[in-house]
């Protein structure tokens, strides 16, 4: 499975963006997707998670209320809805796809394919 992610930008505080991941070659029907973020000089952080089925959604506690994870299993496409942005969402986010289990869906450990990461930058 190759992802492609894309969507990110430059957009002020209070604004939204929508990041797409779509599956360039093969599939992720069936596969847990996960979207994690990383700061510069910070570590890669958990953001968002969605089941295989579509009927089961996680959230970061920075982050809950604010975005919204979808996925269409018609367009292999798994989206990131983000509103609400604040300066501290700046980050590259990196979508992926994997057999994780609820005990590992916040860990980078529980995804085996990864996209190459979309720049979001969020302006005060």
């Known amino acids: 499975v190759q992802l492609q992610a894309s969507g ?3 957009v002020q505080a209070g604004g939204s963006l929508r990041l797409s991941c779509a599956a360039s070659e ?7 997707m996960g979207w994690f973020r990383q700061a510069p000089g910070k570590e890669r952080e958990w953001v968002a998670t969605i089941r295989a089925s579509g009927g089961n959604t996680y959230y970061a ?9 979808s996925r269409d299993g018609a367009r292999k496409t798994v989206y990131l809805q983000m509103n609400g ?25 529980g995804y085996n394919y990864w996209g190459q990461g979309t720049q979001v930058t969020v302006s005060s």
């Open 85 to 109: 942005l604040k300066p501290e969402d700046t980050a590259v986010y990196y979508c992926a796809a994997g057999r994780a289990i609820l005990s590992t869906i916040t860990s980078p450990r």
């Open 61 to 69: 506690d920075s982050v809950k209320g604010r975005f919204i994870i």
């Open 8 to 10: 990110g930008g430059l």
């Open 26 to 32: 093969g599939s992720f029907v069936g596969y847990t």
